[in-house]
C-alpha cells in the first residue's frame, strides 16, 4: 500500500538515505528537493520544506532503472496509479479510462494514495550527482532482492500443476537447445 502524509524520517531498517533528491511523478516534477531513504520495506521520499512524504513498498515496484531522461535519476514504475492531491493528479482520463477511484479517501495524515489496480505510475528520483545515483541504484537493488516481486506465484496449486507438467514430459526436460549442429539448415 502506497502511503502520503506528512514529512517524516524512518528509524529502521535503513540502507540508503540521502538528501537533496528532486522528485518526478508523470509529468509534475515536486518544485522542492527532499530526502530519500531506501529501507529494508519501502523506497520513502519526504521533504521538510512541503510537510510532504510518499512511501512505497518494495512489491510496488515494477521496474527500476538509471535513466538520463529528464535528467540524470532513477526511474521508477509503480503497479499503481497515484494521486497526490497538490503534487499529482495522475495521467489524463482518457487514457487510463476508470484508473481514478469515484470514492475519495480520507484526508488524514498517513491516508493512503488513491489508487488503481489497473494503472501505472513513472516516478524519477533525481539526486545532485551521479555517485549518489550510482549509489542509490546499488542500495535499491540490494532493497528490491529482499523484497521479491508481488509476480511470485503464492498458489500451492499452481506449483503442483507445474510440478506434475514435469513428470508428464520425462526426458524431454533435458532437451538443449545449445547445439549448433541442431539448427545448421535454418534460415536466418
Known amino acids: 500500500m502506497v502511503t502520503i502524509g506528512e514529512a517524516f524520517t524512518p528509524t529502521d531498517g535503513i540502507i540508503f538515505s540521502a538528501t537533496d533528491v528532486k522528485l518526478?511523478?508523470?509529468?509534475?516534477?515536486?518544485?522542492?528537493?527532499?530526502?530519500?531513504?531506501?529501507?529494508?520495506?519501502?523506497?520513502?521520499?519526504?521533504?521538510?520544506?512541503?510537510?510532504?512524504s510518499i512511501s512505497i513498498p518494495w512489491p510496488r515496484v515494477g521496474v527500476h532503472a538509471i535513466s538520463s531522461?529528464?535528467?540524470?535519476?532513477?526511474?521508477?514504475?509503480?503497479?499503481?496509479?497515484?494521486?497526490?492531491?497538490?503534487?499529482?493528479?495522475?495521467?489524463?482520463?482518457?487514457?487510463?479510462?476508470?484508473?481514478?477511484?469515484d470514492e475519495q479517501g480520507e484526508d488524514d495524515e498517513g491516508h493512503d494514495s488513491?489508487?488503481?489496480?489497473?494503472?501505472?505510475?513513472?516516478?524519477?528520483?533525481?539526486?545532485?550527482?551521479?555517485e549518489i545515483l550510482d549509489q542509490m541504484f546499488s542500495a535499491m537493488r540490494e532493497c528490491q532482492s529482499l523484497n521479491p516481486g508481488s509476480d511470485v506465484s503464492e498458489d500451492e496449486d499452481y506449483m503442483e500443476a507445474e510440478e506434475d507438467e514435469l513428470e508428464e514430459v520425462g526426458d524431454m526436460r533435458n532437451l538443449q537447445l545449445d547445439d549448433e549442429e541442431k539448427f545448421a539448415d535454418a534460415e536466418e
Not at 531522461?69 to 489524463?92: A, K, R
Request: aromatic share 8%; proline share 10%; with cysteine.
Open 24 to 52: 518526478k511523478i508523470g509529468d509534475s516534477l515536486i518544485p522542492s528537493p527532499g530526502s530519500l531513504h531506501l529501507t529494508v520495506g519501502s523506497c520513502i521520499w519526504s521533504c521538510e520544506e512541503r510537510n510532504a
Open 69 to 101: 531522461v529528464p535528467g540524470e535519476g532513477l526511474f521508477m514504475m509503480l503497479d499503481v496509479n497515484i494521486v497526490w492531491p497538490g503534487f499529482y493528479s495522475g495521467p489524463p482520463a482518457e487514457n487510463n479510462g476508470d484508473a481514478h477511484p
Open 114 to 130: 488513491e489508487i488503481s489496480e489497473s494503472a501505472m505510475t513513472e516516478m524519477w528520483l533525481q539526486p545532485a550527482s551521479r
